[in-house]
T-cell receptor, first 113, second 115 residues
């Protein structure tokens, strides 16, 4: 199994630009999570999906952030327009239906300048 | 709300020392899971263990052991005979709320093992 795959690994963009982060969960996993990690706030849940349906997006910071899961094998997290305070490592994770344990992707380090 | 507290921000030990990382949690649930994850310098988050609140037996896996005490709401992690490769940030976690699948994480403890 290839694990959870995130792309890109690193992204540097200018303030105001649109950024799209991508995630491919483990095949057969029903749940997909997006987390953000910063020094100040630690690991924060942004949103999670169950069977491609968003269940809880209460952690999405504001309207500039949006997430989609068009099918069971792909999800995107989009920031438009990006701001320097969005600089962080964004992790995607997935888990199977009967198990709370996550498998995390390697993360995307986003730098907004 | 559910909460995880890792009071130790950073610990530094010399190789071969034993070290214990503390985790204290708050939950309204009567049954729940607890987790530990490791984040090495390379940055990925690696699952270490999941415990069910039904089972208060200590768990041992090689040099790693976990002490779950429901009476004190603690789930501490001990590394015996630490090695340089154990240097990482360690996170304790539990589900956010009843019925929510998402985990809430503690702030992490950075462990530095010096050779």
């Amino acid at each position: 199994d290839a694990g959870v795959i995130q792309s890109p690994r690193h992204e540097v963009t200018e303030m105001g630009q649109e950024v799209t982060l991508r995630c491919k969960p483990i095949s057969g996993h029903d749940y997909l999570f997006w987390y953000r990690q910063t020094m100040m706030r630690g690991l924060e849940l942004l949103i999670y999906f169950n069977n491609n349906v968003p269940i809880d997006d209460s952690g999405m910071p504001e309207d500039r952030f949006s997430a989609k899961m068009p099918n069971a094998s792909f999800s995107t997290l989009k920031i438009q327009p990006s701001e320097p305070r969005d600089s962080a490592v964004y992790f995607c994770a997935s888990s199977p239906r009967g198990d709370y344990g996550y498998t995390f992707g390697s993360g995307t380090r986003l730098t907004v300048v | 709300a559910q909460k995880v507290t890792q009071a130790q921000t950073e610990i530094s030990v010399v190789e071969k020392e034993d070290v214990t990382l503390d985790c204290v949690y708050e939950t309204r649930d009567t049954t729940y899971y607890l987790f530990w994850y490791k984040q090495p310098p390379s940055g990925e988050l690696v699952f270490l263990i999941r415990r069910n609140s039904f089972d208060e037996q200590n768990e041992i896996s090689g040099r790693y052991s976990w002490n779950f005490q429901k009476s004190t709401s603690s789930f501490n992690f001990t590394i015996t005979a630490s090695q340089v490769v154990d240097s990482a940030v360690y996170f304790c976690a539990l589900p956010m709320d009843t019925g929510r699948r998402a985990l809430t994480f503690g702030s992490g403890t950075r462990l530095q093992v010096q050779p």
